[in-house]
Structure formats: structure tokens, C-alpha cells
């Protein structure tokens, strides 16, 4: 009662829990008891935990998907004192009418995490930008043929340095746009058309890989089911991880923060 300023004759009238799950489950829709709609929730690892239990209890058979500004927030390392939701709030000019309520809470949280997107998309844009034209057709490519041959692309991430990376958490392939002759690393054991241009790779790269080169991504349309091949068998060990425990959840979650999303 101190913290929620919620007492006794508040909630005399209040729905048992199987009403009240019942109303949620209906508020919320199937989609998002399927995992297809993202739930927003701040510091939502521990509030899950308590909504499928109450759930499991209910006898209803859910897969939540979520999104939390706070793991956000401290991946991002936002100049805050601390990731409390009024903190944020305050950090993003949100104005909160009655903090500790439900409703207003669900509200700040939401405009606070469409703030958060919104930056995000920035940063996303701008590192994108900064990329060379063949870098930028490179990652263009990859998503298309991905998204083509039907893959899930929510864990798909790139990471420009040195090479330009295809992430799914873990690696799935290198290329390397800014060399002067451009290449993707595969493996010597991939199926390449007779008039593919190839060379070794360099010990750094691995003994077991083999240069292919190319002009434009469309010269690469040969290997395509090589590489969503590749990163399905990636994207499975990507969602074993997540799935092992909330701990990983959370790591998975932040990850995607560093990197370029399209």
C-alpha cells in the first residue's frame, strides 16, 4: 500500500485470478499468446515469470515474446542515474501521472520503449549510411534471399568492421566488400559452379575456407542455398541458447543492440 497506494477497500470488489487471467488473455489476443505479438514490459524477465505461471495455473499454454527498455537501457548505457521506469521517463521528457499504477505504468513504458525504437532506428540508419555501396547491396542481398527461402530473420544482425558479418547471434559468413578483388568466405567443401573466381583463404581466415569473389551480391546467386543452409543450421543453435535459460534470454536480447538491423 505504501508503494502502489492500493489498499483493502480498492480491491474488495476486485475478479478472482481466473477471471482475471481470462480478461488478459482476451485483452492481449491470441496472437500474442502465440509469441506472434511482442508484449512490452519493463524489467519484463521477472513480471513473465509470474504471468505464465498464473497461466500454467489457469491451464492456458503460452509462448510470450517480449521486449524490455530496461535490458535496452543498460545495453545502451544511457547517461542515468539508474534504469528505474521514472528515471527513463524522466531521461525522455515522459510525463508519469501516477506512478506505481497499472495503467500509467503500462503507458509510460510503452511511450518510453517507442522512444528507445526511434533512437534505435537513428543509430541503425546512420550506421548503415556509413557503410560502402557495396557493403550496403551486400546486406540488402543477404536479407532478401534469407526472407526468400522463408528463414526467420529476428535474430539476423551485421556487424561491419574488417569484414562485413552475417550474425545470428553466432557467426554465419564473412565477406569482405572493401578488399580490392571483394570475397565471401566458405568452406572448401561448398559446391561451386566451374567458373566461380576462388582462391585459398589466409591462415587467419581458416585453413578449411576458400575465397569466392564478386562484383555484385547477384554474382553470388550460386551459393545462396549454401549460405541460408548455413544459417538456418546457425539460427537453431542461436534459439537452443536463448531458450536455455532466462539468463541467455536476456544476453540474446541485448546483443542485437551493437550491431545493424535491416
Not at 548505457?77 to 501521472?97: C, M, P, R, W
Request: glycine residues 4%.
Amino acid at each position: 500500500s505504501s508503494i502502489h497506494g492500493i489498499h483493502d477497500e480498492d480491491v474488495k470488489d476486485a475478479p478472482d485470478e481466473s477471471s482475471a487471467i481470462a480478461a488478459f488473455c482476451n485483452f492481449i489476443g491470441k496472437e500474442a499468446l502465440c509469441g506472434d505479438v511482442v508484449l512490452v514490459a519493463h524489467n519484463a524477465l521477472f513480471d513473465v515469470k509470474f504471468l505464465l505461471y498464473a497461466l500454467s495455473r489457469a491451464g492456458i499454454e503460452a509462448e510470450l515474446s517480449f521486449m524490455d527498455p530496461l535490458s535496452m537501457a543498460r545495453r545502451w548505457n544511457l547517461d542515468v542515474s539508474n534504469k528505474k521506469l521514472g528515471t527513463l521517463a524522466q531521461h525522455f521528457s515522459i510525463e508519469q501521472n501516477a506512478a506505481h499504477r497499472a495503467e500509467d505504468d503500462a503507458c509510460v513504458c510503452g511511450r518510453i520503449f517507442v522512444k528507445m525504437l526511434e533512437q534505435r532506428e537513428l543509430e541503425t540508419r546512420t550506421k548503415f549510411e556509413s557503410l560502402t555501396s557495396l557493403e550496403q547491396q551486400t546486406i540488402v542481398w543477404v536479407k532478401k534471399i534469407l526472407t526468400d527461402a522463408g528463414c526467420n530473420t529476428d535474430l539476423l544482425t551485421f556487424s561491419a568492421t574488417a569484414y562485413l558479418t552475417v550474425n545470428c547471434l553466432y557467426s554465419v559468413i564473412k565477406f569482405k566488400p572493401k578488399a580490392k578483388r571483394p570475397y565471401v568466405l566458405v568452406d572448401k567443401t561448398t559446391d561451386l559452379p566451374s567458373g566461380a573466381e576462388t582462391a585459398p583463404a589466409v591462415k587467419s581466415e581458416g585453413a578449411d575456407r576458400v575465397r569466392v569473389f564478386y562484383q555484385a551480391p547477384e554474382n553470388l546467386d550460386c551459393i545462396k542455398n549454401t549460405i541460408t543452409a548455413r544459417y538456418c543450421q546457425v539460427f537453431e543453435s542461436a534459439l537452443s541458447f536463448v531458450s536455455a535459460s532466462d539468463k541467455n534470454m536476456k544476453a540474446a536480447a541485448e546483443s542485437i543492440f551493437d550491431q545493424i538491423t535491416v
